[in-house]
């Protein structure tokens, strides 16, 4: 009868059971917003008894709190144990037992090899004193001088041969002795990064075959979601090409594994904000809270850009292929090779979010392009590597003159904010309760989204593989036909150029992130924008850029842009002619904002002489007129007319 046993991570182990080595593969991992879960598994036949499963080949990055091993056989866990590789420590300690006998064995050889050297000299001593004997020396005669010089020139020669010799071989026998003493260095030197093992300590009544799933978590490994948005033309659907960029440094590579793209993020804190009380001091300024505002509902004007190079604080040297993040958010990009990034900034934007394997996380205030960004090398050790979250109050505003592709502001009013909130589609729902897993099947498609209570999975079904390095690897998610609305916008008095946007309703069922967009239309990419999907809306706007078939002009008319005095005021007349007109093939549908100026002083009177068909909006003065279906080589005119009295002596500012 097979069991399935799920045990935690437990710190009991019997030092007489036997080791087992077990291999594994990696099969499946999900990759979360931060982090990554890694499943592994393996099979190995179990003798009866009890016996430690040991597995090496689990990355030393792991989170050892989060090990999870299932057994499938005839057997029961006992425990999981996550420590040190002792057999590494073990081979350590026989190879310096090894080495230190070689370099005894070096020593003694050298010595030997000294001793023989000596004596070498002794006798090349000798024999020079040899030399000193002539035939003017005492009983010495010229035939025997001859005999002892031979003798002498012989005798020198050998003794400085076998010197020779001697010198080479102690020469060699020096340079071993070297790399033995750097072996042996190398090997007490304390390690920075210790290899890891897993012990399972199973028990088994006979002999079974056991099929192990090891599961744990796995810091530096990201994705975030960026799009394609295709509009062939204004009468088809839009085309969502979903992708993720993945990317991971875990130690250990991902080969032909089967992906999971989650929304959660596992090193955020679960736990629930708590209110503290809120204290009043004197001269303290009032904070507003965050609240929603729809301001932007037809503009993408609060999208802006940024770019700049990700550097190495001590050398200077670029920072390639690292994650460059708008806080809070899903939206970023990566450096390319020479450190250099750019980046869409949603609405809000203040701080950029870096994390790069071995350099401290770091939150960066936005300011104005380009940006250089340094990074300080971490002293932590990879074993020991963590993920702290910082958060940082403040915004900074950056607006930069260059980025063209949006559409502008009508006029500036208060920032406001407010809460996000995401529903989620009915497609493949795979739902986990107490552990229990229940899958509801659906149509075909690619990428199955499920929702598991608090956040969404996709599952790939393509195997990829990926490896340990800072590169990114494009994942497809899916691609969506969705059914969008088409509306122009132009908002003549600050850009004459008209603007193209989608609107999606039920969007939520895609489960869309927010990210950064390319914008292709007609077949002609036109540009990057920002897909934003934190805000809590009915409808997802999307500025898909200008189109220059559809033409907006707001000229003066000479009659009414005149000046006159009226006793102690003068009165400023200002008339504007508006006319669109359609160079589509297609019907189109258009919105154009212009607006009356409102008066900030009691001195100053406005009054709104006319606005053709258009709708008023009072309290913002901002007139909006709306043609539906207008089409092609169609023109509509209309009107916008005021005037302002102002006292003599003084001045406004009107366009």
Known sequence: MKKLWLVPLLLAFNAHAKDLELKTKITNVTVFQSGAQVTRTGSLTLPSGEHEVVIHDATSLLKKESIQVKGE?????????????????????????????????????????????????????????????????EGITVEQVGKAQELVRVKLSS????????????????EQYQKVTQQLT????????????????????????????????????????????????????????????????????WTDVKLKLSTGDPSESSQKPIVSPWLLYLNQHYVQPRQQSNFYRYTDAKFTKVNGTVLDRQ???????????????????????????????????????????????????IKASPMKIYLQPSNTKLAEVSIINEQEAGEVSAEDPQFSQFTPKVNEREKLYFSNGRKYGENDITTTINGNVEKIEAGNVSVAPSMNIVSTEFVIEEKYT??????????????????????????????????????????????????????????????????????????????????????????????????????????????????????????????????????????????????????????????????????????????????????????????
Not at 168 to 174: A, C, T
Not at 210 to 237: H, M, Q
């Open 73 to 137: 056989g005839n057997f029961t866990i006992l425990s999981v144990n996550h420590q040190v590789d002792l057999r590494e420590q073990n081979m350590d300690k026989s190879k310096t037992a090894e080495l230190e006998a070689k370099q005894k064995n070096l020593m003694r050889q050298m010595e030997d090899l000294s001793v023989k050297i000596e004596v070498l000299r002794n006798e090349e001593g000798v024999i020079n004193n040899m030399q000193q004997v002539t035939p003017a020396t």
């Open 159 to 174: 003794i400085k041969n076998d010197k020779l010799l001697l010198s080479r071989q102690m020469e060699e026998l020096y």
């Open 186 to 253: 190398a090997i007490r030197t304390p390690k920075q990064n210790v290899r890891y093992e897993i012990v399972v300590r199973v028990l088994v009544k006979t002999e079974t075959k056991g099929d192990f799933s090891l599961t744990y978590i796995v810091p530096n490994a990201r994705w975030y979601p960026s799009y394609d948005l295709r509009v062939k033309n204004i009468a088809e659907p839009m085309v969502i090409d979903y992708k993720a960029n993945v990317t991971q440094q875990t130690g250990e590579d």
């Open 315 to 365: 050398t200077g040297e670029p920072l390639p292929f690292c994650p460059v993040m708008v806080y809070g958010t899903n939206i970023g990009a990566t450096t390319d090779a020479d450190g250099n990034f750019n980046l869409i900034l949603p609405e809000n934007a203040s701080y950029l979010n870096l994390k790069y394997l071995g350099y401290t996380e770091k939150n960066v205030p």
């Open 466 to 655: 990926i490896l340990s390095d800072p590169k990114n690897i494009i994942v497809s998610i899916q691609s969506i036909q969705a059914n969008a609305g088409y509306q122009y916008y132009c908002a003549p008095r600050l850009e004459k150029d008209v603007f193209l946007t989608a609107q999606m309703i039920d969007w939520e069922q895609y489960n869309l992130l927010e990210g950064q967009a390319n914008v292709f239309f007609e077949g002609t990419f036109i540009g990057s924008t920002v897909l934003d999907t934190r805000f809590l809306t009915d409808t997802l706007e999307i500025s898909l850029g200008r189109d220059k078939s559809v033409k907006v002009e707001r000229k003066k008319s000479k009659e009414f842009n005149k000046r006159q005095a009226l006793g102690s005021n003068n009165i400023a007349y200002r008339y504007w002619d508006i006319a669109v007109r359609n160079g589509k093939q297609q019907p189109v549908n258009i919105m154009i904002e212009d607006q009356f100026p409102l008066s900030a002083d009691s001195k100053i009177e406005v009054k709104r002489e006319s606005k053709g068909d258009g709708k008023l909006d009072d309290k913002t003065g901002i007139v909006t007129w709306t043609y539906d279906k207008l089409i092609p080589s169609e023109t509509k005119n209309t009107e916008l007319k005021y005037s302002v009295k102002y006292p003599k002596g003084t001045f406004i500012g009107l366009d």
